[in-house]
């Protein structure tokens, strides 16, 4: 297929800069900065146009990256084992936790609570006290998976045979646990809370809603699920869309009145090689998705093609938007970065 092009574009290149290794991950704060890290080690920070290098990069990859919800804190994990954590430029704690590498972590939405995965166990530690909260045993396996609800009450940690959540107000109490009969690879909460969805390596999607105990199973997909994305907006049912994408496809369910029919699935084609990242822009319907191919697509209502982003000499490897949908940045395996800035009455998004 080649990729397809819109006559007007609906967001244009705003800024383009380089890392010296494969971008591992981006993450947007609050006050519309950047932090974009590499299979290098390095921690780089955007803002209004200008790159600078948080960290420089030691050889030994950084793998996760967020911001707290106030954009107080940056907190990063990776290869050595260490979750850095800042506050505005300045280091202001190293948590050591070699030999386990840090693959997974994500701070709660309402509180300076940061979640992170050590092997078979996910450590939560409070920025504000700087001390760990409690370490939670998942057991089946390594974590694979960590998302909190969106108030913050629940923690979801998924790995082999299960999703297991945990009740922030008491952790002692024992976690909830979505079982199943193969790995959860790709899990997380939908943004008002209600769902709870996993994509597994049995190429199936379990979807939970939270209020009822009987999970549906959607399956038909050519490999395992890689990447979940929700949106925030709701169809007319008052659920938010789920996409998952499986190889080169993406499969967008929007679920149906009648409960007992579950979820309806569109399927989505145009990428030619692998999906490395999914995401929906904040309060819209608009899937924005990055593959290997070196295309990122933008696909109106979540069905159609209305542009095609390039510039990633040897594929995209992941995607974040502004949380006001305004911007949208990209990370390549050969260490581009670019930030596309949304085209408003035929002008771009100037710099602030």
Not at 1 to 12: D, G, I
Not at 60 to 82: I, K, T
Request: proline share 4%; aromatic share 10%.
């Amino acid at each position: 297929m080649n990729p397809l092009t819109a006559n007007s574009k609906e967001f244009e290149q705003h800024f383009s800069g380089t890392l010296s290794d494969y971008v591992t991950a981006i993450a947007w704060s609050p006050n519309n900065t950047i932090a974009a890290t590499s299979a290098a080690g390095e921690v780089a920070l955007w803002l209004d146009g200008d790159l600078a290098i948080l960290q420089a990069g030691n050889g030994e990859s950084v793998n996760c990256v967020a911001f707290s919800p106030d954009g107080q804190y940056l907190a990063v994990g990776g290869q050595d084992g260490r979750v850095k954590i800042w506050r505005q430029s300045e280091l202001i704690a190293t948590l050591e936790n070699a030999p386990a590498w840090v693959d997974k972590l994500a701070w709660s939405h309402t509180s300076n609570l940061l979640a992170f995965s050590l092997g078979r166990y996910v450590q939560v530690w409070d920025a504000d006290l700087q001390e760990t909260v409690v370490t939670l045993n998942f057991e089946n396996s390594s974590v694979l998976g960590i998302d909190w609800r969106s108030d913050g009450q629940y923690l979801a940690v998924s790995g082999y045979q299960a999703v297991k959540v945990w009740n922030s107000q008491d952790w002692d109490e024992e976690p909830y646990v979505l079982e199943m009969p193969t790995v959860s690879v790709a899990m997380a909460w939908s943004p008002d809370g209600k769902f709870l969805a996993s994509g597994n390596m049995d190429r199936s999607v379990t979807v939970l809603e939270w209020d009822n105990p009987d999970p549906w199973v959607m399956r038909g997909f050519p490999g395992k699920i890689r990447h979940l994305a929700w949106s925030e907006a709701t169809t007319q049912v008052g659920a938010p869309i789920l996409a998952s994408s499986s190889v080169e496809g993406i499969v967008v369910w929007e679920k149906l009145e009648d409960e007992a029919l579950g979820w309806e699935a569109t399927v989505l084609t145009n990428h030619v090689d692998v999906i490395q990242a999914i995401a929906f822009a904040p309060n819209s319907f608009i899937l924005a998705s990055a593959a290997s191919d070196g295309w990122l697509c933008l696909w109106n209502k979540a069905k159609q093609v209305s542009q095609v982003l390039t510039g990633a000499s040897a594929g995209f490897s992941c995607l974040a938007w502004h949380p006001q949908g305004k911007l949208l940045a990209a990370g390549g395996e050969n260490g581009e970065l670019f930030v596309w800035s949304k085209v408003t009455r035929g002008q771009g998004f100037g710099r602030s």
